[in-house]
């Protein structure tokens, strides 16, 4: 069964970069797309960005300029860093797998992780 | 953007009974979309895709409907483990977009 499990600090000061990972367990990160997601709190659903295992990348354009997701097949991750966070990008950050043949939808979430920016 | 509208925000179904959820889309997305439920503390469960096919494992008492902008999310009888949030999200235009979820309760 493929598990997925967000990792990363809790807190992040403003103007610093939220870094989060992703370990993907029970499958391989090869020929999958994989995302981030994430959930401000009350709020809906907002998807950041998602990589192709080849390391191609497509991002939201109203994070695009301060977003990076990125693949480590040696270690069966990927991660997300969002630069210059503000109290806007307090949310729970959820990681997820699409099919190979899709990017459009999510057969397999983590749990989420809530990360807070606040001084 | 495409903005996804659900309805109503809240669902109160006595268990046994059908529960019925729209989505309605801002523009066409053909029949890009999918159906996720989401439980506290759990990981979302993706249970529709492409409007109306079931996910891996999803009981069939769960279906999907419609195309365009118009969609139905039904679940025929209603289980315990059914009553949670539900969100709509579309897979035809980049950036893709969900819904603000239907919450569903037991009546």
């Known amino acids: 069964q493929v598990q997925l499990q967000e990792s990363g600090p809790g807190l992040v000061k403003p103007s610093e970069t939220l870094s989060l990972t992703c370990t993907v367990s029970?499958?391989?990160?090869?020929?999958?797309?994989w995302s981030w997601i994430r959930q401000p709190p009350g709020k809906g659903l907002e998807w950041i960005g998602y990589?192709?295992?080849?390391?191609?990348?497509n991002y939201n354009p109203s994070l695009k300029s301060r977003v990076t997701i990125s693949t480590d097949t040696s270690k069966n991750q990927f991660s997300l860093k969002v630069r210059s966070v503000t109290a806007a990008d307090t949310a729970v950050y959820y990681c997820?797998?699409?099919?190979?043949?899709?990017?459009?939808?999510?057969?397999?979430w983590g749990q989420g992780t809530l990360v807070t920016v606040s001084s | 953007e495409i903005v996804l509208t659900q309805s109503p925000a809240t669902l109160s179904v006595s268990p046994g009974e059908r529960a019925t959820l729209s989505c309605r889309a801002s523009?066409?997305?053909?029949?890009?979309l999918a159906w996720y439920q989401q439980k506290p503390g759990q990981p979302l469960r993706l249970l529709i895709y492409?409007?109306?096919t079931r996910a891996t494992g999803i009981p069939a008492r769960f279906s999907g409907s419609g195309s365009g902008t118009e969609f139905t999310l039904t679940i025929s009888s209603l289980q315990s483990e059914d009553f949670a949030v539900y969100y709509c999200?579309?897979?035809?235009?980049?950036?893709?977009?969900f819904g603000q979820g239907t919450k569903l309760e037991i009546k």
């Open positions: 990589v192709y295992h080849s390391g191609t990348t």
């Open positions: 029970g499958g391989s990160i090869s020929s999958y797309y």
């Open positions: 523009q066409s997305v053909s029949s890009n």
């Open positions: 999200q579309q897979c035809d235009n980049w950036p893709y977009t």
């Open positions: 492409g409007a109306f």
């Open positions: 997820a797998r699409s099919p190979p043949y899709s990017s459009g939808w999510c057969d397999y």
